[in-house]
């Protein structure tokens, strides 16, 4: 049986990092990557609709180590995709990746040090298990095999297509096609304006509503970081741009977590001047929760704004009864006509989907697990996950969380040690792990493993207090209980330096 120092499950964004950080700063170790699909890009290959794109500027959304290039800050889809690519190929990450590799079940022995994994590989689902020292999720936090859809009424007397954008079909064709989007998050604003636009514009656009989104206006061009870029080196450049965006995202989070409502009156301001005086504003653009209770929409250079206001798309704020023949009757009474109705009502929330995690015989709840650090679980020795942040663009906290778990392997490693366990305080009080009112944050909250009420087990949130937690803070914390090789075991790397 194959034995790897490190596993690391999922080539995306954060799978990608962790990898370059190992190969940097964890040198003689062995590890690789299994992917479930059959490329790498997670998200970004997953994702087809139109639009697609990232609401966090690439600055920050971009790795640490590898300077985003290119003059749009928000970047759509397939350029997201290309960068992690090259990113892989050109540090060489692109030959450890196995894809096709679905982990199914991961068994952790403290008698061997090791974790034991069941993997299918391929279309026909062939078995496969190897063994490794440390196993290291970068697989995300939702259900990559399927998005969250209703059971409306009726959903099956609609006589046009029904579609969710996370299964977008490869040759939709919604050219002068009325077209119904049902929701008003991340994904709902990217279609509306995408469909709305261009040669294949749809002959209308509603976006349906259960109630109002907080939605800003974000440059798609970062004009100091383009000008910075021309006047200094690249990485220099980068450094800059990436560290004055990280300020500015953690400044305006701030004032709308203690200032509410002057937060409000800005976004109200800006979003008004933009739809024209006579648009229904208040109707359709005033949340009943604070701003950041949910996770705030960003439309670069305000392009929902622009087609609603141009008439090319509408909103309607009201609640389904049920669907029809010609599309969707509303609690109002009213009747929407559709050709194509996109379910744009979110993800499945999901950390390790489909996969059996057991510990010395015991399977493993996540539910009843408390998170320490923001990457491992209490209770499950050797093992982190790779989360990002829900204020902030996902990669910032990735890369610390890879910085961290390369600093705790090293110290394993000069200690002797085999073993690493979080364990938590019995008298620790328990809250959720995301405090988002989000549907689809309380779906899954059952599911999610817990927080607690103080350091190093509450999440902040806060890339300024994470960075010296993760990257300078000491790595030998009270909470974390470390354990030599078992005598009767063979020696690992992780343990001794020397391969098994």
Request: hydrophobic share 40%; net charge positive; with cysteine.
């Amino acid at each position: 049986m194959e034995h790897l120092d490190v596993l690391i499950i999922g080539a995306g964004l954060s799978g990608i990092s962790a990898a370059w950080h190992l190969q940097t700063e964890c040198t003689g170790l062995s590890y690789a990557i299994v992917e479930g699909r059959e490329r790498m890009g997670g998200t970004w290959d997953l994702f087809r609709y139109p639009g697609i794109r990232s609401d966090s500027d690439m600055y920050t959304l971009g790795y640490r180590f590898r300077p985003w290039r290119n003059a749009k800050a928000i970047a759509d889809g397939p350029s997201i995709k290309a960068y992690i690519e090259d990113t892989a190929r050109e540090f060489g990450i692109d030959r450890t990746i196995r894809y096709r590799h679905r982990l199914v079940r991961a068994e952790w022995s403290s008698a061997l040090a090791r974790w034991t994994v069941d993997l299918e590989v391929g279309a026909d689902r062939t078995p496969l298990r190897l063994s490794c020292g440390f196993l290291y999720s970068c697989s995300g936090y939702y259900d990559y095999a399927q998005g969250y859809t209703p059971d409306w009424p009726d959903m099956a007397t609609f006589a046009g297509r029904l579609v969710h954008p996370q299964h977008w079909p490869e040759h939709l064709d919604y050219r002068g096609k009325r077209v119904v989007v049902i929701g008003s998050g991340a994904t709902a604003v990217t279609l509306v304006p995408a469909m709305a636009n261009g040669d294949h514009a749809a002959a209308h656009v509603t976006m349906l509503q259960r109630s109002p989104t907080y939605i800003a206006t974000l440059p798609s061009v970062d004009v100091v970081a383009n000008a910075l870029r021309r006047v200094l080196p690249a990485t220099l450049a980068y450094t800059i741009a990436r560290w004055k965006n990280v300020a500015r995202s953690m400044l305006y989070y701030r004032i709308a977590r203690t200032r509410p409502a002057a937060f409000k009156k800005v976004l109200r301001t800006k979003a008004k001047a933009q739809l024209g005086e006579h648009f229904p504003f208040d109707e359709h653009f005033s949340p009943r929760y604070q701003p950041w209770d949910e996770r705030l929409c960003m439309v670069p250079d305000g392009d929902l704004f622009v087609a609603l206001r141009e008439q090319r798309a509408s909103i309607v704020t009201d609640q389904i009864e049920r669907f029809d023949a010609t599309g969707i009757v509303l609690q109002s009474g009213a009747h929407l006509d559709a050709d194509i109705i996109v379910a744009a009502t979110g993800l499945r929330m999901s950390l390790l989907t489909g996969v059996t995690l057991v510990v010395d015989g015991s399977v493993v709840e996540l539910g009843n697990a408390m998170i320490y650090k923001g990457m491992m679980l209490s209770g499950v020795p050797n093992m982190a996950a790779a989360v990002g942040y829900t204020n902030a663009s996902w990669t910032l906290k990735c890369d610390l969380i890879a910085q961290h778990v390369c600093r705790l392997l090293n110290h394993m490693r000069a200690r002797g040690y085999a073993q690493v366990t979080p364990r938590r305080d019995p008298t620790m009080t328990e809250t959720p792990v995301f405090d988002f009112t989000s549907g689809y944050v309380q779906r899954a909250r059952a599911q999610l493993p817990k927080q607690g009420d103080r350091a190093p087990w509450r999440l902040y949130q806060n890339y300024v207090k994470d960075l010296f937690s993760l990257r300078h803070g000491r790595v030998d914390d009270p909470a974390l209980e470390f354990r030599a090789a078992p005598a009767r075991s063979q020696p690992t790397l992780m343990a001794t330096g020397r391969p098994t």
